[in-house]
């Protein structure tokens, strides 16, 4: 997420995604990084127990 035009592409992909019915939380799961914030790989888990398990 550090490249301003990547983000930006992402945000434009998210506002598709819920105009299509595909919302954040519900059938969306998102992970994000940064160059000095690296994923978290337990949160992760946390997210995928929380709303597939």
Partial sequence: MDDEDYARKNAFRIN?????????G????????TSTLPIDV???NQIIK???L
């Fill in 50 to 52: 929380h709303y597939l």
């Fill in 26 to 33: 519900d059938n969306l799961i998102l992970t994000m990084e």
């Fill in 42 to 44: 337990k949160l992760v």
């Fill in 16 to 24: 598709v995604y819920q105009k299509n019915g595909i919302y954040l």
